[in-house]
Nanobody, 117 residues
Framework: QVQPVESGGGLVQAGGSLRVSCAAS????????MAWFRQAPMKEREFVGR???????YYADSVKGRFTISRDNDKNTVYLQMNSLKPEDTAVYYC???????????WGQGTQVTVSS
């Protein structure tokens, strides 16, 4: 079982940067896909991006070129670096783990990211 815990959210101005982290307990972290999702008020949760156990990344078109996902398997932590932030990036950001890369079983509690215009 891997339980993700997000941290690092906050308030940032448009055009700024922010990094959020996800620490995951469990001894199988280095064999898992880790993904970021987000949910804005009154909207459905959407996929942001994911990283495989080997470091291969995949991003939603809406964040490609602005967001970067990385991981440190020694620290059981995955990061989401967000640059050139826009007000529409405002959401609760969630981290989730998967053994397959398609079905995410364990989710964190989320961290709020607010981008002011």
């Amino acid at each position: 079982q891997v339980q993700p815990v997000e941290s690092g959210g906050g308030l940032v101005q448009a055009g700024g940067s922010l990094r959020v982290s996800c620490a995951a307990s469990g001894r199988t972290f280095d064999r898992l896909f880790m993904a970021w999702f987000r949910q804005a008020p009154m909207k459905e949760r959407e996929f942001v991006g994911r990283i495989s156990w080997s470091g291969t990344t995949y991003y939603a078109d809406s964040v490609k070129g602005r967001f970067t996902i990385s991981r440190d398997n020694d620290k059981n932590t995955v990061y989401l670096q967000m640059n050139s932030l826009k007000p529409e990036d405002t959401a609760v950001y969630y981290c989730a783990s998967s053994s397959s890369g398609t079905s995410y079983k364990y989710w964190g509690q989320g961290t709020q990211v607010t981008v002011s215009s």
